[in-house]
């Protein structure tokens, strides 16, 4: 019996202990993932994303009338099948934050009641892994939600989405928009309209294209959550755009100019930068015999 003990005692495996940190981020992660609430919010994330970003759009390009946040006058080329990767990408960081926001409050409000940090000063875990556990946890899942629903990087651009904007500009297209996706080499923080990166040093000098560079609606939420609509319009202008679309209010068009014209006059848009967005416009104008 005694020799039995002995070697079942040593034929037991040794347990790893470890880190507290990593237990409980990984408690953290299951009950935030099997929790009824972080699915419900994703499930209004996806909804307000579709209806401000696609549906909105839809009703009001086919009844030409202003719904909601949209204006009337909707192209049909921003509702077609190609465009809707971009309309949802564009929504994303907007009702994204909030629903994170708000998913953050609920898990440590709903996670650290008085009887939770009753066990957690009396019974451990220690308090700094505990409450780290929760922190790490959504930090884990925000970066997930970033990779998600970010562009994507360069060259892997190169190899899918601008194969068709490189036989356009062959072609001779006139104009490209710049729409208000975020890509890994704008820092995932700078809408592509906004960016340099995009505007100038992508489409100009890499793809070769020449003709007039319009910016997607800036009143978009896309843009009007993260800037004014001046200051993005100047922003838009100094990256490389020649046209600025905004779809919102007279007095948001007319702050725009203001805000453009004001920054010419200080330098901060070089003269040169809108000496050539107003040539590419009147060129195309002069191609259709818009002017002569």
Same mark, same amino acid.
């Given at each position: 019996?005694?020799?039995?003990?002995?070697?079942?005692?040593?034929?037991?495996?040794?347990? !790893? &202990?470890? %880190?507290?940190?990593?237990?409980? !981020?990984?408690?953290?992660? @299951?009950?935030? +993932?099997?929790?009824?609430?972080?699915?419900?919010?994703?499930?209004?994330?996806?909804?307000?994303?579709?209806?401000?970003?696609?549906?909105?759009?839809?009703?009001?390009?086919?009844?030409?009338?202003?719904?909601?946040?949209?204006?009337?006058?909707?192209?049909?080329?921003?509702?077609?099948?190609?465009?809707?990767?971009? &309309?949802?990408?564009?929504? +994303?960081?907007?009702?994204?934050?909030?629903?994170? +926001?708000?998913?953050?409050?609920?898990?440590?409000?709903?996670?650290?009641?008085?009887?939770?940090?009753?066990?957690?000063?009396?019974?451990?875990?220690?308090? #700094?892994?505990?409450?780290?556990?929760?922190?790490?946890?959504?930090?884990?899942?925000?970066?997930? *939600?970033?990779?998600?629903?970010?562009?994507? $990087? %360069?060259?892997?651009?190169? /190899? &899918? $989405?601008?194969?068709?904007?490189?036989?356009?500009?062959?072609? =001779?297209?006139?104009?490209?928009? %710049?729409?208000?996706?975020?890509?890994?080499?704008?820092?995932?923080?700078?809408?592509?309209?906004?960016?340099?990166?995009?505007?100038?040093? *992508?489409?100009?000098?890499?793809? =070769?294209?020449?003709?007039?560079?319009?910016?997607?609606?800036?009143?978009?939420?896309?843009?009007?959550? %993260?800037?004014?609509?001046?200051?993005?319009?100047? /922003?838009?202008?100094?990256?490389?755009?020649? +046209?600025?679309?905004?779809?919102?209010?007279?007095?948001?068009?007319?702050?725009?100019?203001?805000?453009?014209?004001?920054?010419?006059?200080?330098?901060?848009?070089?003269? #040169?930068?809108? $000496?050539? #967005?107003?040539? @590419?416009?009147?060129?195309?104008?002069?191609?259709?015999?818009?002017? &002569?």
């Amino acid at each position: 019996m005694t020799a039995l003990v002995e070697a079942t005692a040593t034929a037991a495996p040794t347990r !790893t &202990r470890s %880190l507290p940190l990593v237990d409980t !981020t990984r408690a953290e992660l @299951r009950r935030i +993932m099997r929790w009824p609430a972080t699915w419900v919010l994703a499930g209004v994330w996806l909804t307000l994303n579709a209806l401000f970003g696609y549906v909105f759009d839809w009703i009001s390009y086919r009844t030409g009338e202003t719904t909601g946040p949209a204006d009337a006058g909707v192209q049909l080329g921003s509702l077609l099948p190609a465009a809707i990767p971009d &309309r949802f990408a564009d929504g +994303m960081p907007m009702f994204g934050g909030a629903v994170v +926001m708000i998913l953050g409050a609920l898990a440590v409000g709903a996670g650290y009641g008085w009887a939770t940090w009753k066990t957690v000063f009396t019974q451990g875990p220690s308090r #700094a892994a505990s409450f780290g556990g929760t922190l790490v946890a959504l930090l884990v899942l925000v970066a997930g *939600l970033v990779l998600a629903t970010v562009g994507l $990087d %360069l060259d892997q651009l190169r /190899e &899918r $989405d601008l194969i068709p904007f490189e036989a356009a500009i062959g072609a =001779g297209v006139p104009g490209v928009t %710049l729409g208000h996706a975020l890509y890994p080499f704008s820092d995932f923080t700078v809408p592509a309209s906004l960016s340099p990166a995009v505007a100038t040093r *992508l489409l100009r000098d890499e793809l =070769g294209f020449e003709g007039v560079a319009l910016t997607d609606d800036l009143a978009d939420p896309a843009i009007t959550a %993260l800037s004014t609509v001046p200051d993005a319009a100047v /922003e838009a202008v100094r990256a490389g755009a020649d +046209m600025l679309v905004i779809s919102g209010s007279a007095g948001d068009q007319q702050a725009a100019y203001v805000a453009a014209l004001q920054a010419v006059r200080s330098g901060r848009i070089p003269r #040169a930068r809108l $000496d050539r #967005a107003v040539g @590419r416009i009147l060129s195309v104008k002069r191609d259709y015999g818009l002017i &002569r």
